[in-house]
């Protein structure tokens, strides 16, 4: 048998040497995990900076601060009702914004941070980017919780900001977080605009919205949207001073488009009702019967205004809040109060959504990315331009005679008539005749009227004009009782009831005839 003679002390240098390689090995990987990527280059910084700087702003119409008539057609007399005539006007609207509704909490594209295609944006895709992301430091705008209300997130995505923000809100809140209101109500025209109005770009975000109001239905001729936003605070990011601080490694240029690319600097949360109003009142009325609710301190509607709400189609539609106010319906304004006073502050039972968000352009300097939300919409309006009115005789009264050997009654003749002054040769008359006079006494009841309709008269200088001459036959001579005239303006006629005027024929002492007339604006 052959013995295999072993040097300990050579072994055990050889066992110590492997343990040694082993450890110094691990530690070195241990190392190179901590420090991270390695840093971008300056030159390629800067050339990146450079292109992205040259890339262009969006593509999308210049912005106009107020509507613009861009066609109109003649007024024609309307067919389901002959005293209106209507014409319709085209608008162009293109507002332009530095913050956006979010209509949808749900997205997965819109968070603090998050990396967008630029020429995605006008279209309302929002494609984000993605690349290996260098860290990012978000900040909440509450000043009453009890730690620290910043957050680093060192890989951003939609999961770790979510989970970054939870840290924020999960820390203790001392006292009341009053919500910041704002309240807008904007009259609607069409689906189209509905977007517009509301300021919502992303996708399909007005589509809830644009569902709870039918523009196809014709029955009530006002359509309003009321924007009624409660804002608890803003989640805002920290701005980077490089558009290459945005990543660990560089993205391709072709990815990012011809477009300069843009991020999502600031969320605001809170809650938010849109309310979608049908109504045949003005805008003027709505407003002022839901400013008097909102003010009432209970919801309640006062009696001069529960007639506009009760005519009005009313539904809301509700963002953020707790769980069972996002699933509650509301259909009219004592809702929308009660919804509004039992949610006015943050807290983790009502911590709020997504409401609004702001875009900035990645580029040296961080800009504001002013979306401007291009629509066309047609307005027809109609009005009162065939008005009609109504002149009537109503009768003669014989109020005083001489008495004696003529005795209680008069022998009259001569004419009464109602006419307009311009726009219509139509009249009421009355007349008779000396050989067929009108032996009276008290009252002669004439009861006779005509209607005449006029086109766009001028209320302030037109008038209905009430005139007579009357004649008491006599057996020696005629006894001229006068002729007598008035005039009454349009603007001067109700519509609600008829106007009376009076002639009075007394020239002839010891006579006296009264002509009864009355006119009324039927239409």
Same mark, same amino acid.
């Given at each position: 048998?052959?013995?295999?003679?072993?040097?300990?002390?050579?072994?055990?240098?050889?066992?110590?040497?492997?343990?040694?390689?082993?450890?110094?090995?691990?530690?070195?990987?241990?190392?190179?995990?901590?420090?991270?990527? @390695?840093?971008?280059?300056?030159?390629?910084?800067?050339?990146?900076?450079?292109?992205?700087?040259?890339?262009?702003?969006?593509?999308?119409?210049?912005?106009?601060?107020?509507?613009?008539?861009?066609?109109?057609?003649?007024?024609?007399?309307?067919?389901?009702? @002959?005293?209106?005539?209507?014409?319709?006007?085209?608008?162009?609207?293109?507002?332009?914004?530095?913050?956006?509704?979010?209509?949808?909490?749900?997205?997965?594209?819109?968070?603090?941070?998050?990396?967008?295609?630029?020429?995605?944006?006008?279209?309302? /895709?929002?494609?984000?980017?993605?690349? %290996?992301?260098?860290?990012?430091?978000?900040?909440?705008?509450?000043?009453?919780?009890?730690?620290?209300?910043?957050?680093?997130?060192?890989?951003?995505?939609? %999961?770790?900001?979510? !989970?970054?923000?939870?840290?924020?809100?999960?820390?203790?809140?001392?006292?009341?977080?009053?919500?910041?209101?704002?309240?807008?109500?904007?009259?609607?025209?069409?689906?189209?605009?509905?977007?517009?109005?509301?300021?919502?770009?992303?996708?399909?975000?007005?589509?809830?919205?644009?569902?709870?109001?039918?523009?196809?239905?014709?029955?009530?001729?006002?359509?309003?949207?009321?924007?009624?936003?409660?804002?608890?605070?803003?989640?805002?990011?920290?701005?980077?001073?490089?558009?290459?601080?945005?990543?660990?490694?560089?993205?391709?240029?072709?990815?990012?488009?011809?477009?300069?690319?843009?991020?999502?600097?600031?969320?605001?949360?809170?809650?938010?009702?849109?309310?979608?109003? /049908?109504?045949?009142?003005?805008?003027?009325?709505?407003?002022? @019967?839901?400013? @008097?609710?909102?003010?009432?301190?209970?919801?309640?509607?006062?009696?001069?205004?529960?007639?506009?709400?009760?005519?009005?189609?009313?539904?809301?539609?509700?963002?953020?809040?707790?769980?069972?106010?996002?699933?509650?319906?509301?259909?009219?304004?004592?809702?929308?109060?009660?919804?509004?006073?039992?949610?006015?502050?943050?807290?983790?039972?009502?911590?709020?959504?997504?409401?609004?968000?702001?875009?900035?352009?990645?580029?040296?300097?961080?800009?504001?990315?002013?979306?401007?939300?291009?629509?066309?919409?047609?307005?027809?309006?109609?009005?009162?331009?065939?008005?009609?009115?109504?002149?009537?005789?109503?009768?003669?009264?014989?109020?005083?005679?001489?008495?004696?050997?003529?005795?209680?009654?008069?022998?009259?003749?001569?004419?009464?008539?109602?006419?307009?002054?311009?726009?219509?040769?139509? !009249?009421?008359?009355? %007349?008779?005749?000396?050989?067929?006079?009108?032996?009276?006494?008290?009252?002669?009841?004439?009861?006779?009227?005509?209607?005449?309709?006029?086109?766009?008269?001028?209320?302030?200088?037109?008038?209905?004009?009430?005139?007579?001459?009357?004649?008491?036959?006599?057996? %020696?001579?005629?006894?001229?009782?006068?002729?007598?005239?008035?005039?009454?303006?349009?603007?001067?006629?109700?519509?609600?009831?008829?106007?009376?005027? /009076?002639?009075?024929?007394?020239?002839?002492?010891?006579?006296?005839?009264?002509?009864?007339?009355?006119?009324?604006?039927?239409?």
């Amino acid at each position: 048998m052959k013995t295999v003679t072993i040097d300990l002390k050579k072994f055990l240098q050889l066992v110590l040497t492997t343990i040694l390689f082993t450890l110094l090995f691990l530690s070195c990987s241990k190392n190179e995990i901590n420090e991270g990527p @390695a840093p971008i280059p300056d030159d390629l910084a800067n050339s990146f900076n450079t292109s992205v700087a040259n890339l262009s702003g969006f593509v999308q119409p210049e912005e106009i601060s107020e509507p613009e008539v861009i066609d109109e057609n003649d007024p024609q007399r309307d067919t389901e009702d @002959a005293a209106l005539e209507c014409s319709v006007k085209t608008f162009k609207a293109a507002p332009g914004f530095d913050e956006l509704l979010s209509l949808d909490p749900t997205t997965d594209v819109i968070y603090p941070g998050a990396l967008l295609k630029g020429e995605s944006i006008p279209s309302g /895709e929002y494609i984000p980017i993605t690349g %290996s992301r260098a860290p990012i430091t978000l900040s909440a705008s509450l000043t009453n919780i009890s730690g620290s209300p910043v957050v680093a997130i060192e890989d951003p995505k939609l %999961s770790t900001v979510r !989970e970054g923000i939870k840290t924020i809100l999960d820390q203790e809140v001392t006292g009341a977080t009053a919500a910041r209101v704002s309240f807008e109500i904007t009259q609607v025209y069409s689906e189209q605009q509905l977007n517009v109005a509301i300021g919502a770009n992303y996708r399909s975000a007005g589509v809830k919205v644009s569902a709870a109001i039918d523009f196809s239905n014709n029955t009530k001729r006002n359509k309003f949207v009321l924007k009624y936003l409660q804002t608890y605070y803003t989640i805002d990011m920290d701005l980077p001073n490089n558009p290459s601080d945005l990543f660990n490694s560089l993205p391709d240029l072709a990815l990012l488009g011809s477009t300069a690319p843009v991020f999502v600097s600031s969320v605001a949360y809170g809650r938010m009702v849109i309310y979608t109003i /049908e109504t045949n009142s003005s805008e003027s009325e709505i407003n002022a @019967a839901l400013s @008097a609710t909102f003010a009432s301190g209970d919801g309640s509607v006062e009696a001069n205004y529960k007639e506009t709400i009760d005519e009005s189609t009313i539904k809301g539609l509700i963002i953020g809040g707790s769980g069972s106010d996002a699933a509650q319906t509301i259909n009219g304004p004592a809702e929308v109060y009660s919804f509004i006073a039992e949610g006015g502050d943050y807290s983790k039972d009502s911590p709020g959504a997504p409401l609004a968000y702001k875009l900035r352009f990645i580029k040296q300097g961080t800009p504001v990315a002013r979306i401007v939300l291009s629509t066309e919409y047609p307005i027809r309006t109609c009005d009162l331009a065939y008005p009609r009115f109504k002149i009537t005789i109503n009768n003669l009264r014989v109020v005083n005679t001489p008495g004696g050997f003529e005795g209680s009654h008069l022998e009259l003749f001569g004419n009464l008539k109602g006419k307009v002054n311009t726009g219509s040769s139509s !009249e009421v008359s009355w %007349s008779r005749s000396k050989s067929n006079n009108l032996r009276t006494e008290g009252t002669h009841t004439i009861n006779q009227s005509v209607e005449i309709e006029l086109y766009r008269p001028n209320y302030d200088s037109d008038y209905v004009e009430l005139s007579g001459s009357l004649t008491d036959e006599d057996t %020696s001579s005629d006894d001229f009782l006068g002729s007598r005239s008035v005039r009454v303006q349009l603007r001067d006629i109700p519509t609600a009831a008829a106007l009376p005027r /009076e002639l009075r024929f007394d020239e002839k002492p010891q006579h006296d005839v009264r002509a009864s007339f009355s006119v009324q604006r039927i239409r």
